[in-house]
Nanobody, 120 residues
C-alpha cells in the first residue's frame, strides 16, 4: 500500500505566499506523474498543476506565472510554491500521484487535502 500526505496550508493575506508539500510513503518502486488539484466551495474539482517524471510541467491558466510545481524524487515529494495569492485561490488543495509499488501494482492515491485561505 502507498499513501500521500499534504502539508503547508493555512491563512494568508492577498499577495502573500505559501508552499505546499506532499510526501508519498509505503512500498514505492517508482512515482510517475505528480499533481495538485483544488476544490473551492460550490466549485468543481480542478487541476492546478502537474509534473512528469522528466520534470515537464503544466499549469491551469488561472495560476500561470504565480504558482510553481516541483518534485524531489529522492524524497518522494512534490511541492507547490504559491505566490501572489488571490482570494479566488481559496480552496482545499489535494495531492495526487501515480505510484508503482514494489510489486508493480499501480496506485493512484489522493491526500486528505489541505485548506488554503486567502483573505485580509
Amino acid at each position: 500500500q502507498v499513501q500521500v500526505v499534504e502539508s503547508g496550508g493555512g491563512l494568508v493575506q492577498p499577495g502573500g505566499s505559501l508552499r505546499l508539500s506532499c510526501a508519498a510513503s509505503g512500498s514505492i518502486f517508482r512515482i510517475n506523474a505528480m499533481a495538485w488539484y483544488r476544490q473551492a466551495p460550490g466549485e468543481r474539482h480542478e487541476l492546478v498543476a502537474n509534473i512528469t517524471t522528466g520534470g515537464s510541467t503544466n499549469y491551469a491558466d488561472s495560476v500561470k506565472g504565480r504558482f510553481a510545481i516541483s518534485r524531489d524524487n529522492a524524497q518522494n515529494t512534490v511541492y507547490l510554491q504559491m505566490n501572489s495569492l488571490k482570494p479566488e485561490d481559496t480552496a482545499v488543495y489535494y495531492c495526487n500521484m501515480k505510484i508503482f509499488s514494489t510489486n508493480l501494482v499501480l496506485y493512484d492515491p489522493w491526500g486528505q487535502g489541505t485548506q488554503v485561505t486567502v483573505s485580509s
